[in-house]
């Protein structure tokens, strides 16, 4: 499994290391497929988002950005956990950073 230490100071910039991550995965273009996200919860409390890339040909891999650790875990199409991406620095996600303000 590959890991990688990245500085990344905001969601968006997660949003376009982990768009280019996984794209890489599946030797897809960058920024040509979909990209969903959804906040994930642990007893009711927001902690991580998980992306998934709708790729062609129903292809979908996925990201998983838990908050509290820095670490995005990807998945690749057949769901085997393939590379890591640990953050120095943790970033507030945007539903952290809208309500601290």
């Known amino acids: 499994m590959r890991t990688r230490e990245e500085r990344l100071d905001d969601p968006q910039d997660v949003r376009t290391h982990v768009n280019q991550i996984l794209c ?8 040509h497929f979909p990209l969903s996200e959804r906040t994930l919860q642990r007893n009711g409390q927001a902690c991580a988002a998980m992306f998934v890339l709708h790729g062609p040909r129903q292809l979908q891999v996925t990201a998983v950005w838990e908050w509290e ?4 875990w990807f ?6 956990r393939c590379a890591k991406t640990q953050l120095p620095c943790t970033v507030r996600p945007m539903a952290a950073a809208a309500t601290a303000a």
């Open 75 to 80: 998945y690749n199409a057949v769901g085997e």
């Open 69 to 72: 650790r820095g670490v995005i």
């Open 24 to 31: 890489e995965l599946e030797d897809l273009e960058p920024n």
